[in-house]
């Protein structure tokens, strides 16, 4: 079975601010793809970053970041010196290299206050 | 530029009414679309895979009858909604997959059932 925890349901930070959002997955696959979605007020889910189960290098994109922990079956996000406009909820999910579907997390909502 | 469409954005209807949703594949084609839905201020739930010329596997707890899924075409897969009521109030959400770690995700359409 697979399953993605997001245990923050909302975070409030104040702009500039560093902020982390955790995201825990099980799998029984050794093969799969970690993905962060984010998703604007619009609904449209805005694509961010995809890793696959054999690559563990940490990467980072402008003020975002994303780390991979397999020995703890994490893939945290970053956002680093936040902004109003990163306000959106954000998705973690998972899919199995043989499975058919993607399976997302609850979702974190994040507010940046000005 | 966008690589999956849906139509319509949003739509309201009366209760006991049917409606359709359509979703396109603007790039390429593809033999296997997903549907989602998405509660407000809950995550995305898949409600079954739909695959060209041939039924839709449904995932548990979602009636084939009640929504009804048609992948006529490499580029088209279309939901309908059957005899909607207030609880069918979502946000449903298509996708399609090129590879398989590339999903592309539709912009959404919801619906409100009056």
């Known amino acids: 079975a697979q399953k993605v925890t997001q245990a923050q349901t909302e975070i409030s930070v104040v702009e500039k601010e560093d902020v982390t959002l955790d995201c825990v997955y099980e799998t029984r696959d050794t093969t799969y793809y970690l993905f962060w979605y984010k998703q604007p007020p619009s609904g449209e889910l805005v694509f961010l970053i995809r890793r696959n189960s054999f690559d563990e290098q940490n990467e980072i994109s402008g003020r975002y970041s994303w780390n991979f922990q397999k020995s703890t079956s994490s893939f945290n996000f970053t956002i680093t010196a936040s902004q109003v406009v990163d306000s959106a909820v954000y998705f973690c999910?998972?899919?199995?290299?043989?499975?058919?579907?993607?399976?997302f997390g609850a979702g974190t909502r994040l507010t940046v206050k000005p | 530029g966008a690589v999956v469409s849906q139509h319509p954005s949003w739509v309201i209807c009366k209760s006991g009414t049917s409606v359709k949703i359509e979703c396109r594949s603007l790039?390429?084609?593809?033999?296997?679309m997903f549907w989602y839905r998405q509660f407000p201020k809950q995550s995305l739930m898949l409600m079954a895979t739909?695959?060209?010329?041939?039924?839709?596997?449904?995932e548990q707890g979602v009636e084939k009858d009640k929504f009804l899924i048609n992948h006529a075409s490499l580029t088209l897969s279309t939901l309908t909604v059957t005899s909607a009521h207030p609880e069918d109030s979502s946000f449903y959400i298509c996708?399609?997959?090129?590879?398989?770690?590339?999903?592309?995700f539709g912009p959404g359409t919801r619906l409100t059932v009056t």
């Open positions: 996708s399609v997959r090129r590879t398989d770690y590339e999903q592309y």
């Open positions: 999910a998972l899919m199995g290299y043989n499975n058919n579907d993607m399976r």
């Open positions: 739909s695959n060209e010329g041939s039924k839709a596997t449904y």
């Open positions: 790039d390429f084609q593809a033999t296997t």
